[in-house]
């Protein structure tokens, strides 16, 4: 389970997130979505320990892992994070374009390089999760189809076997048919217990498969709900999300 409570992020002086609150319970999809600028990807980079908190919690199960809880203060860092639970998968998914697929893997096993049975049965587990990888192991990841480096960059998060996977907008830049085969694959992690907090700009498909959704506006969480509930109120998806 993944909890932020009451989270504020500033950048200078301009608070980027005000007082946010979510939370994603184990074996669900919760989508976060809103338009450009809201503040989806400054959470996911809190979350990870990647920005520093203003005020507020991230928690994972018992642990806390950043912020400040019934005034004691915690500050993990975001090396530590990895390895308590929480996988992320940036935006543009950000491979490493001259490494081979496989060498991708090993720098996300980086944390358990030392148990080599471990990190072995673990890229095993992956490369049958993801067929595509198997086939293209030896090729550097620069050369794959974005949606092929989509699936690497989720790989490489879940070589770590994550309490949470954090993806932030998985499909974009992706042509049709990749943007498909990633929320094909993005339910099927779930359907194989991987609990999943998705950014995605497509709000239409991010409510489609998603448990519980939150919709953030200008830092501020507006509108939250259960996803089949939302996607049926056409009002809420025009005014806050802008697409029909
Ligand atoms: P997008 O879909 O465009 O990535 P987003 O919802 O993920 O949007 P954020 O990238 O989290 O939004 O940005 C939230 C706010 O913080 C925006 O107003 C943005 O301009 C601002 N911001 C983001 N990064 C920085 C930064 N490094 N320095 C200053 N302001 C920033």
Same mark, same amino acid.
């Given at each position: 389970m993944l909890a932020v409570s009451d989270l504020t992020v500033s950048y200078g002086q301009a608070? &980027?997130?005000?007082n946010v609150s979510l939370r994603v319970d184990d074996g669900q999809i919760v989508a976060l979505i809103g338009r450009n600028g809201a503040g989806k990807t400054t959470l996911l980079k809190a979350v990870s320990g990647l920005l520093p908190i203003r005020s507020g919690s991230v928690q994972i199960d018992d642990t806390i892992l950043n912020g400040t809880k019934d005034g004691t203060a915690y500050n993990t860092p975001a090396h530590k994070i990895i390895g308590m639970g929480v996988g992320h998968v940036p935006q543009g998914r950000q491979?490493? %374009?001259?490494?081979?697929v496989e060498d991708n893997l090993i720098l996300g096993g980086y944390l358990i390089r030392n148990n080599k049975q471990l990190l072995q049965e673990r890229m095993e587990r992956e490369y049958n999760r993801f067929p595509r990888l198997l086939e293209r192991r030896?090729? +550097? &990841? /620069?050369? +794959? %189809?974005g949606g092929e480096q989509q699936m690497l960059a989720m790989a490489r998060a879940l070589i770590m076997d994550p309490k949470v996977l954090l993806l932030d907008?998985? %499909?974009? /830049? +992706?042509a049709p048919l990749y943007v498909k085969l990633v929320l094909d694959t993005i339910l099927d992690l779930k359907k194989q217990g991987v609990t999943i907090l998705l950014v995605e700009q497509l709000a239409t498909a991010a409510l489609a498969i998603s448990d519980y959704a939150y919709v953030l506006q200008n830092g501020d969480i507006v509108i939250e709900g259960e996803s089949s509930k939302l996607r049926n109120d056409p009002a809420l998806i025009q005014t806050y999300l802008g697409v029909s």
């Open positions: 608070n &980027a997130l005000q491979v490493f %374009s001259d490494q081979t030896k090729q +550097l &990841a /620069g050369t +794959l %189809s907008e998985p %499909s974009m /830049g +992706l």
